[in-house]
């Protein structure tokens, strides 16, 4: 049998990013938005140097090469993305000048040291000298005998200064990121302008480096970018969060994966530092712009008043719970699913803390994996100490990225009396559930809830997420299993409702494709609807395929990676996949299956990822409240119509925007929706949409 047709992973992943700067690009989008998307594509490209491409370079060091890991293999896949990713920093550049002129056309400027006006002279020198200069440490390449080693991420200026007599001295500066990277000069009229400060550095150049009497200095960015993965020894002495500070401390001297350069630096400057930072056979030695580390421009500051960003839309509370002073009142009446960001995530803040003073509260059992800087989830949990709650937490130690912030929080939790639980080795806890113990009439009730994505406040404003608040025992039962589980590793669990990894997720999943296949062919109602980041398991990949070739409907919304290939004659006929890319990122996954016309529905935070089925804790929740169920359909609804921000996945991978006829913006839609408050979807829609 042929194999079936896939797109690699790293490439599919680098076509998400091209759909992240198309919004960039977008003149319909305000100009502080189109920046804070440039900021967001060059924060996305950093990580995935840091873990994608490191990992690939790691495979290719040891000699692996599997298919099914990478498709394709590595040594091939880490060519093709270096073309990708040069082609795409060259679009990146006519984007970012396109967004430049854009703002002078609305007199804003972005200006650089030498393009100041007379008046702002004094106004940046003064900048350089007080704040600036004192936090700049120069060191001066030619005297030292070893080059110093870069930090990951950080902006460098290469300097070169020209002395009399023609002579060349070579320094190196760090861009401090103890200040703003924006400066805000004085307006001139209704001229405004905000100068970058690599370049307020270049202006100060002269002074910085004045013993040597510099007839010209000149100053290009430089920029490396270390492996990122986290490595755990097997000291079985150390506990793991020693473990992880460790090798957190040992990410920032991971090895070389890119290296980015102002292509205006002169060829024997790039060949000196090259050379002595032992960069020569770095494959990914990438030529860029003026300006490196353009994640910042997602603080960029608003200059240009209201206009120049989205129009506010505030989270509006759940109307049930709106209207009672009490969570666990309206969840002992009707479950509850909280939309994120559409509607406030303080009700998620309000029912812990409620559970932490209510004298009927007995325990609260939950995981988290990335918290808040200053996060009042965990707050209400110390909260809950205070107030002789038992409070059990599993902190996921391993959340890329978060981890020392997770640390912290672990430690507060453990010093105020929580019982912190370590799960299970070797397995990361991706779940995020919570369960809490409440004594009514004599016996004890257990409220839950889960959520598709993270208990974080701050991404709770921006992550399209849900949450479900539910007592129903099909539910409760089996999360205390979850639970016994991670608190007793040995104790072998049966789940009856709850889909749960590495267990049973794979397995399930296929049986539910496999019933709506056996309906297909018996002429039953027959579809697969589902939304996720990521599809990138081969098996699952081949199960839709069958699925198709058997008459299902299948239709996907995929953020990120998608390796399923659609609508491909023979293979994939029946499946259509788009991405929706817009002001909020889209998190949640949801999956739906027509179940011969009694629809099966199923929330959780698990992506169609190897990694996610069989490698990390992962529930998937069935949504068994029939007015719940029949309100997320509606929201899926509402995103699967979308024709102004939904790109067409497909073989090409070149992000078609896909247009109808009536002008549809899901996000926007869902949040018309619920800001009217809509306890239920309007039935006409349901139908139209699902064709049923």
């Known amino acids: 049998m042929a194999r079936p047709s896939v797109v690699n992973r790293e490439l599919s992943w680098l076509s998400f990013n091209a759909r992240v700067l198309q919004e960039a690009a977008d003149p319909a989008v305000p100009l502080n938005e189109r920046l804070k998307f440039i900021g967001i594509f060059s924060s996305n490209l950093e990580e995935f140097f840091r873990v994608r491409v490191a990992t690939l370079q790691r495979m290719v060091d040891a000699g692996v090469s599997s298919h099914r890991v990478v498709f394709g293999k590595p040594e091939k896949v880490l060519k093709q993305i270096h073309e990708v990713v040069v082609a795409q920093r060259d679009e990146f550049e006519t984007v970012f000048a396109g967004v430049r002129t854009a703002l002078e056309v609305e007199n804003v400027f972005i200006v650089d040291e030498n393009q100041l006006r007379p008046e702002h002279h004094a106004f940046v020198q003064n900048y350089a000298d007080e704040a600036v200069r004192p936090a700049l440490v120069p060191i001066i390449l030619d005297s030292l005998t070893e080059f110093p080693d870069l930090k990951n991420g950080a902006i460098y200026l290469a300097v070169r200064l020209t002395e009399k007599g023609g002579r060349h001295r070579h320094a190196l500066l760090e861009v401090s990121t103890s200040l703003p990277r924006f400066l805000v000069l004085p307006p001139a009229g209704d001229r405004r302008y905000v100068m970058m400060l690599d370049d307020v550095i270049r202006f100060a150049l002269k002074d910085i480096f004045a013993i040597f009497e510099p007839t010209a200095v000149s100053a290009y960015t430089i920029k490396l970018t270390r492996d990122a993965e986290v490595e755990i020894d097997d000291d079985v002495t150390s506990s793991l969060m020693e473990k992880i500070a460790k090798s957190i401390r040992k990410r920032k001297e991971g090895l070389p994966v890119r290296f980015v350069y102002d292509r205006e630096i002169p060829v024997e400057m790039l060949n000196l530092i090259t ?239 496999h019933r709506e296949m ?153 949040y018309r929706w619920l800001e009217q408050a809509a306890d239920h979807p309007e039935p006409p829609l349901m139908e139209a949409v699902q064709g049923e």
């Open 275 to 513: 050379k002595r930072a032992h960069l020569r056979k770095l494959d990914n030695v990438i030529p860029g712009g003026r300006y490196h580390n353009a994640r910042d421009f997602v603080r960029f500051p608003n200059v240009g008043g209201p206009s120049f960003e989205y129009p506010p839309q505030p989270p509006r509370h759940h109307p049930a719970l709106a209207k009672s002073r009490s969570v666990f009142s309206v969840v002992r009446q009707r479950d509850v699913m909280l939309h994120l960001p559409y509607q406030s995530f303080h009700h998620v803040i309000d029912f812990l803390r409620e559970a932490a003073i209510d004298p009927k509260v007995k325990s609260i059992s939950m995981t988290l994996y990335r918290v808040a800087a200053q996060s009042h989830v965990v707050n209400a949990l110390i909260n809950a100490v205070r107030n002789g709650k038992k409070v059990t937490v599993l902190l996921e130690m391993q959340a890329r990225f978060d981890e020392e912030a997770n640390i912290d929080w672990a430690r507060a939790l453990e010093a105020e009396g929580a019982r912190l639980i370590g799960g299970v080795p070797g397995l990361k806890v991706h779940a995020k559930l919570a369960l809490i113990a409440r004594k009514e009439d004599g016996r004890m009730v257990n409220y839950a809830m889960v959520g598709t994505g993270n208990f974080n406040e701050v991404t709770a404003r921006v992550y399209t997420d849900h949450v479900l608040f539910t007592r129903d025992r099909r539910v409760t039962d089996d999360l205390c299993k979850v639970f016994d589980f991670l608190e007793s590793n040995y104790r072998s669990q049966t789940y009856r409702h709850l889909i749960v990894s590495p267990f049973d997720m794979r397995q399930a999943f296929i049986r539910l494709i």
């Open 518 to 670: 056996k309906n297909a062919r018996a002429g039953r109602v027959a579809y697969i609807d589902a939304k996720v980041n990521a599809l990138v398991d081969l098996e699952l990949i081949e199960q839709l395929y069958e699925a198709s070739r058997a008459g299902v409907r299948v239709r996907l919304i995929v953020r990120g990676v998608c390796s399923l290939v659609p609508g491909v004659k023979g293979q994939s006929e029946n499946i259509e996949v788009i991405s929706i890319v817009d002001r909020y990122l889209e998190h949640s996954r949801l999956f739906f299956f027509g179940n011969g016309g009694d629809e099966r529905c199923y929330l959780g935070s698990a992506d169609w990822m190897t990694r996610n089925l069989d490698y990390r804790l992962e529930v998937a929740v069935p949504v068994l409240n029939a007015a719940v169920r029949a309100e997320l359909r509606h929201y899926f609804n509402l995103q699967l119509r979308d024709t102004t921000r939904a790109r067409i996945v497909n073989e090409a991978q070149d992000n078609q925007y896909r247009r109808g006829a009536y002008n549809y913006r899901a996000q926007t839609d869902i």
